[in-house]
């Protein structure tokens, strides 16, 4: 059988594959050489030395192992630690400084305990606590995996456990809700984008890493949970949450009069048989009297970077949807839409507002690039970065950011987001209603590239909007004030003179 992949994919998954079935045959080979030197050198181009700064700096690490670790530790966990290492500076998607990296391992280490001793710390527990903070150090989205979190990253929610139903990621020591998923149990106990999670059933959160944290959260489907919850403006409160089998529904959709109205709550493999399934359902509902779509992905933390592929070129004939881009060349990669508008040309609003991230980021970049969507809302998130699973020998693996998504016109999202045409503007009520942090106000971020263009942009106030439903969802029915008005000129006149109906 030929290999038909890139060499760095193959890499990949040979490390994944000798993390299953080269452990057992290499176990009792002590002579010579470790455990993980046989697996770097099956491996190849991992094995190659470092360079001499970076030696150096990895001789530092190697001086507190010695000076933490059981005495005559094996050298396994300390070539464990190497390979990682090596690996951090040949894939980051920027180049890194080595005393930084090995400083910041080192007080993972030295933090756990400020007075060394020898046989303090077992190897593999000193090395886990070195590349933790090692790793984290790089910006919010890069992670080390154990052994255990990295089985729970293929943990798919079919029945195995119960969850509350949300995305979240380590802010300050805390966890940070990115968004709850749509008719989940945390979205119905109310829990909002940008809420901190300080304690689970009483015990706190600080000093945990977020595998631990996620493990805590789950449990039994049917069992109670209790968050403590920090919110802006507000002391803090518990919230009592009733897990359940999170089976989210990738796309929900309704008519509104004349107009459809799609959602798509997270791009998941099931998203796009979701869009077909919608955009037919609306035709057949609505038929030629079908004026408009509205796209809603507010909230929306993102998912799976095909289907936003799928989803922006199901509205798109021609031209270019995303990038990424890497720090090197070879790792450019281009997506295109192909010939077909599911919507047959028919005007498109898109709904975004500071919870839709990533994903959501890409389809809203490509359709507003092509004129084919006007968007409304306020800027997304700006969460613009790629991360790539890399296992290691023996056990766990690397969550590291290799390269970064750009819009058609060459645009970073990172740290910057994308940017309505129409924004429309909550009244602040308070503290408590104050900008919602994005990614650019995360300690560590990756900064956005350029200064962006600034633009001067129409915007409604949210209470000029027509409230719709039981929700009284005001920017969708802004979202069907514009589709009904054909025009921005049109719209904003009607909104300005309150005869909206």
Known sequence: ??????????????????????????????????????????????????????????????????????????????????????????????DTNDKSLIDEAIKGVVEKDPKPAPGDLKPASLVEDALHAMVASLDPHSSYMNADEF??????TKGEFGGLGIQVMMEDGLVKVIAPIEDTPAARAGMKSGDLISHVDGAPIKGKKLGEAVRLMRGPPGSDITLTVLRPAEPAFDVVITRAVIQVKS??????GDIGYVRITRFSEKTEAGLEAAVASLRT??????????????????????????????????????????????????????????????????????????????VAGALKHHHRATLMGATT??????QTIMPLPVDGALRLTTALYYTPDGETIQARGVVPDIRILAEPKGDKDKP??????????????????AASLPT??????????????????????????????????????GSQS
């Open 1 to 94: 059988m030929r290999w038909r992949g890139s060499p760095r994919t193959f890499v990949v998954m040979l490390a994944a594959f000798l993390s299953l079935s080269l452990l057992p045959s290499l176990a009792g080979c002590v002579a010579g050489s470790s455990t993980l030197e046989k697996v770097m050198t099956a491996i190849g181009s991992d094995s190659r030395p470092l360079s001499e700064g970076a030696a150096r700096e990895m001789g530092r690490f190697e001086q507190v192992y010695t000076t933490y670790s059981e005495a005559e530790a094996p050298r396994d966990r300390l070539d464990y630690f190497r390979f990682a290492f090596k690996r951090v500076r040949a894939n980051y998607v920027h």
């Open 151 to 156: 089985r729970e990253s293929f943990v798919q």
């Open 251 to 256: 796309v929900r959709w309704h008519s509104e």
């Open 285 to 362: 509902e609505l038929g030629s009297q079908l004026r408009g779509v509205v796209l809603d992905l507010r909230n929306n933390p993102g998912g799976l970077l095909d289907q936003s592929v799928i989803v922006a070129d199901a509205f798109l004939d021609e031209g270019e949807i995303v990038s990424v881009r890497g720090r090197d060349a070879e790792s450019y990669r281009a997506f295109a839409a192909k010939t077909g508008d599911l919507a047959a040309g028919l005007p498109l609003v898109v709904l975004i507002n500071a919870g839709s991230a990533s994903a959501s980021e890409i």
């Open 381 to 386: 998130f700006g969460k613009g970065s790629v």
């Open 436 to 453: 919602r942090r994005r990614e650019k106000d995360l300690p560590g971020a990756l900064p956005a590239a350029g200064a962006g263009a």
């Open 460 to 497: 409604v106030k949210q209470a000029a909007c027509p409230a719709v439903g039981e929700k009284k969802d005001r920017p969708l029915g802004c979202a069907l004030a514009y589709l009904r008005a054909g025009s921005t000129t049109k719209f904003m006149a009607t909104v300005n003179s």
